[in-house]
Each structure stands twice: as C-alpha cells, then as structure tokens.
C-alpha cells in the first residue's frame, strides 16, 4: 500500500524504532525514514515528542503524529486495516496481548538499573521472565509458530524487536537469556523470526552490537574520569 505522507523519526539499531519499521513493512506501508542524531536532539523531535523524555520513535500521519513505540504499532494496524492484521482481532486475545507486551516494556529496562550489582540482579529477573514468556507463547501460538499464529503478529513484533539487544546481552554478560533446555519453545520462535523476510532486516546484528555498547562504555568512562 503506497503512501507518501507517511514519515518516521528515529534512530538505526534502537529496539523502539525498528518495532515500527517491522510494522510498516508488514503492512506494506511506504514512508520516509529520518534519522534523528542520537547525541542532539533535533528541534523536529522536541516539538513532536515535548512530554515523555523527547524520545524516538516517531510516525508522522499527514498532520498527525503519535509517540511511544507499542502505541505507534497499534496505530499503524487500526489505520491501515488492510491485510495482514497485527493484533488479534478477539478484544479477549487483544487485551491478551497488550498485556504480555506492557511486561515485556518492564523488563527491557532494566539496563536503567544503577551498578554492577543492580545489573546482575535484573538480568536475572530477565532470565526468569523468559519462562513465563515461554508459558505466554504456547498459549498465544496455540500450536503454532509465531506469538500470531501463521503470521507475524504484535507479541511478535513487540518481543522480536529487543532481540538484538538481548543476544548482545548474552555475549557482554556470559548470560544465557535464550536457554534452549529451559525455554524450548520460544528459542524455536526466535531462530523462526529472525528469518522471516518481513522483518530480518530490522534486527540488529548481535555481535556488532556488543562491539559497539563496548565502546560506549569505554567512551564512557574516559568522560567521567578525573582530569
């Protein structure tokens, strides 16, 4: 479906932002990508996104814009209503799955945890939440491959998106988040969504990833060193 009023601000490789590329795509929704400087916010962003933290991404529709990654998905499948669906179109399924997705939001931040140790202990809780994602799945799936069924749906989209940075995770930290003894199911989902087509290009690649958080961290800490 071509559109030409269609526009995304955000930055490459954020978990947030690819969330709406894969649903843009998905929907076959044509659009124009501007990349924000993740180091200056433009003065774009700052009237877009004045309330919660100036952040990215953001979809602009025509005259309208809208703010927060899991409520720009949710737009782009009610405005656009053509084929395929993202979310489920029981409201029980629905309500189902905004859910699992608010939880998966909660756990992907716990980067914001303060200290070595803080870090470690939320990783673990990290890991824990993957048993009860695994229990989500094979509820959701019902048999079947993906959080949506035959398709891509939106735990799908919500949960793939932070692939990227969870495999980084489990390279920087030794941390075994995708356990396939623990969680075969969801390990099976994920090696099955990160080939499909529709959104392979929107998963970072994990070991660049951890190359580049390193070097963060190094630039980091040279900054925060006495003069």
């Not at 709406?20 to 924000?36: G, P, R, V, W």
């Not at 979809?59 to 949710?74: G, K």
């Not at 782009?76 to 993202?86: G, H, L, R, T, Y």
Request: aromatic residues 10%; glycine residues 6%; charged residues 30%.
């Amino acid at each position: 479906m071509a559109t030409s009023n269609i526009k995304l601000l955000g930055r490459n490789g954020c978990p947030f932002v690819n969330r709406a590329q894969m649903a843009l795509n998905l929907k076959s929704i044509d659009h124009e990508f501007i990349e924000e400087d993740p180091f200056k916010k433009s003065e774009l962003l700052l009237k877009s996104n004045p309330v919660v933290g100036k952040k990215v991404p953001v979809l602009f529709h025509a005259e309208s814009y809208i703010c927060e990654s899991l409520l720009i998905v949710q737009y782009i499948d009610e405005a656009w209503p053509n084929s395929p669906s993202i979310l489920p179109s029981d409201p029980y399924e629905r309500a189902i799955a905004r859910f699992w997705a608010a939880y998966i939001d909660e756990k992907a931040e716990y980067r914001k945890a303060e200290g070595e140790e803080a870090n470690a202990a939320m990783r673990d809780k990290v890991v824990k939440g993957t048993l009860l994602l695994e229990e989500a799945f094979i509820k959701c799936s019902k048999g079947k491959s993906l959080f949506g069924g035959d398709s891509i749906g939106y735990l799908d989209i919500v949960l793939g998106s932070l692939l990227g940075w969870l495999k980084a995770e489990e390279i920087l930290t030794s941390t075994k988040i995708f356990d396939e003894t623990r969680i075969p199911k969801l390990v099976g989902w994920m090696k099955r969504f990160c080939a499909d087509e529709t959104v392979k290009d929107f998963i970072p690649e994990f070991n660049k990833l951890a190359e580049g958080f390193k070097k963060f961290e190094k630039l980091k800490q040279l900054d925060q060193a006495p003069a």
